[in-house]
């Protein structure tokens, strides 16, 4: 063979040898061996991913629920705010016969007015008949602007938050983002309808923001909830 063959024949088997995964070591040719340790040494590396926290998981449908239900609390009040353009208020005056007024919104309180008087019948069909009115009209206006409606899915939307919170109180943390989860929902579950300076929102606040800063310094990459 001559010494063109020889080398051309020695660079077709480097190379194939290259493409094949196979280096040159101090004791000759390998099959990956490079290759191998320095998977070997990049695995022992890599920090195992966490195992998913179920607390966490039930703070995301919690907190998917919350901000929905939160959605159809204001959607409400848009509603409210519609009814009473259109409607003059669930109210009636009665006037006893000295001359005294007095504005009731319900039979109930006109019965606290009259009582068992016979002198004040005619007042007392007068005012119920003008609530009933005032009732029907509300009832129209309302299921048309969708009142009703808003309101039931208003309800069913914090039932939904509520029961959810509870799993959330049953279900354990298995890290220290499934903790901050709870301390999150119950925060602003709480907050959110109380004075948020008074006891114990700050004191909760403050327990949340230390956890969440600990966890950050050991974990920098995890995710907490609220954060």
């Given at each position: 063979m001559s010494d063109s063959d020889h080398s051309m024949s020695f660079r077709r088997v480097t190379r194939r040898l290259a493409l094949g995964g196979l280096f040159v070591v101090s004791g000759g040719w390998t099959f990956g061996g490079n290759a191998l340790a320095r998977a070997t040494a990049a695995a022992t590396?890599?920090?195992?991913?966490?195992?998913?926290?179920p607390a966490v998981a039930v703070w995301r449908d919690w907190n998917?629920?919350?901000?929905?239900a939160m959605?159809?609390?204001?959607?409400?009040?848009?509603?409210?705010?519609?009814?009473?353009e259109r409607v003059d208020g669930l109210?009636?005056?009665v006037s006893s016969p000295d001359g005294e007024e007095t504005i009731v919104c319900s039979m109930a309180?006109?019965?606290r007015i009259i009582g068992e008087?016979?002198?004040?019948?005619?007042i007392r069909a007068?005012?119920?008949a003008e609530l009933d009115a005032r009732q029907a009209h509300f009832e129209v206006v309302a299921t048309e602007i969708g009142y009703f409606e808003g309101l039931r899915a208003e309800q069913a939307g914090f039932a939904r938050v509520e029961a959810l919170l509870e799993a959330l109180s049953e279900t354990p943390a298995v890290s220290l983002s499934g903790v901050v989860g709870k301390l999150d929902a119950v925060l602003r579950n709480g907050a959110d309808w109380d004075d948020r300076s008074s006891f114990p929102w700050p004191q909760i606040r403050s327990a949340?923001?230390?956890?969440?800063?600990?966890g950050r310094q050991l974990t920098p990459h995890a995710f907490f909830p609220g954060g």
């Open positions: 590396d890599v920090v195992p991913a966490p195992a998913p926290d998917a629920a919350y901000e929905q959605w159809r609390c204001d959607r409400l009040q848009e509603f409210e705010a519609a009814l009473a109210w009636t005056v309180a006109v019965d008087r016979t002198d004040m019948a005619e007068r005012a119920e949340r923001e230390d956890l969440m800063r600990i």
